[in-house]
């Protein structure tokens, strides 16, 4: 086994201190960032929260508490620093100033008014730069924030928890609970990183869900601080956007996500012809999206240019079979989180996971890269990017 290099130890244990900051910093990128001065490690930091500062100002402050001088330090970071006025300084300015000696970045900033911009200035400055290292890691730590960035519109992945043959539900609708706790609970985790959570009308009709994360174990937002479970302040803020697709504006009024203390973070998406009254009565409750439709449907190109408009950079669409089908058979899915149960449901009205008309030839049907596949207990979670 070839050992490690002190460079990529270094970035991993940024990347590590990147992962803290797991469904808050959105839509900014996960970052971590490590000061390295004689071979010790003087600083370690990484980004919050939009608006707060970033993992390198962040190690900056932390080397500064502990009493040591950042000149002629070595900074790793998991991205390329800001170099651009945002809701913060640039971090370019900040390095320059602390006279850090070298920098060591594993991803290059996707955007392309920003990309290498950075490395530019701070080799002018006399700084020395290394990039690429750990960069595949580095770049899928933000994929979705890349695809925004880069296309305007969110990186979507579709969810669904079925039966070995693919069924989500019986035909009566029933579908609790198809897998067990474990793949549960990570469900929950995919919710707490993504901006918004999406599912069709059919999915509220048959099951009122209320769309929420719970449970799920969020980082004290210090260096160094233990995970704690969410408590009900937080809970609150942790919240994420929760979408309908609803054509007919269908929705009754008593489905938890118009009626929920969550309310405000609810989005019916309406067509055009929809009725007026049904429409007004839910504007009273909930935002209202009326969107174009093709074929009696939403216009989900038209949807995801306004989500991105939006700050949406990451979109989790949990279905079910239809609206799954929509993104996944319509182009517009990235990757998928599939989570089969060792059981079997049968029945040819049975719903499924992956509805819609399908494919007509064996050559069209969607291919899937960069599997992988874990063990949640007695199920199996499928990972995978769409083509």
Not at 72 to 92: D, I, N, Q
Not at 165 to 191: C, F, N
Request: hydrophobic share 40%.
């Amino acid at each position: 086994m070839v050992k490690a290099s002190r460079d990529e130890r270094m970035m991993r244990l940024a990347l590590r201190l990147a992962r803290r900051g797991y469904g808050a910093t959105l839509p900014n990128p996960m970052v971590g960032a490590v000061l390295v001065k004689s071979g010790k490690i003087i600083g370690r930091g990484w980004h919050h929260r939009p608006g707060e500062p970033h993992a390198e100002i962040e190690a900056l402050r932390d080397a500064e508490r502990k009493g040591h001088s950042p000149a002629g330090a070595t900074l790793y970071v998991t991205l390329e620093p800001c170099c651009t006025h945002g809701r913060t300084p640039p971090c370019t300015d900040a390095i320059v100033a602390a006279r850090i000696k070298k920098v060591i970045v594993g991803a290059t900033d996707p955007n392309p008014a920003h990309h290498g911009k950075a490395f530019r200035l701070l080799q002018r400055k006399g700084i020395a730069v290394v990039t690429g290292v750990l960069a595949e890691e580095a770049e899928r730590l933000n994929e979705a924030f890349d695809h925004w960035i880069v296309h305007g519109t969110p990186f979507v992945t579709v969810k669904a928890a079925m039966t070995l043959d693919g069924k989500i539900a019986t035909a009566s609708g029933e579908s609790k609970w198809i897998t067990g706790e474990r793949a549960r609970q990570y469900g929950m985790k995919l919710r707490a990183g993504v901006d918004a959570i999406l599912v069709g009308i059919n999915t509220v009709l048959a099951d009122d869900p209320q769309l929420t994360v719970r449970g799920v174990k969020i980082r004290n937002p210090s260096p160094g601080g233990r995970p704690t479970e969410i408590r009900r302040k937080s809970e609150t803020r942790n919240q994420k956007r929760r979408i309908v697709l609803d054509s007919g504006a269908r929705i009754p009024l008593s489905a938890k996500v118009v009626s929920d203390e969550f309310r405000e973070l609810t989005s019916v998406v309406v067509g055009k012809s929809a009725p007026k009254r049904r429409v007004a009565a839910l504007a009273k409750r909930v935002n209202v999206l009326i969107a174009p439709e093709r074929n009696g449907r939403i216009d989900l190109k038209w949807l995801m240019a306004k989500l991105g408009q939006e700050k949406v950079a990451s979109l989790l669409v949990e279905g079910g079979g239809e609206a799954n089908a929509s993104f996944l058979l319509g182009g517009l899915a990235h990757r998928v989180a599939f989570f089969y149960a060792p059981k079997i449901l049968g029945g040819r009205d049975a719903r499924k996971a992956v509805a819609g008309e399908g494919v007509k030839r064996v050559a069209d049907m969607i291919r899937l890269s960069e599997v992988e596949w874990q063990h949640l207990g007695p199920d199996l979670l499928l990972s995978a990017r769409v083509g």
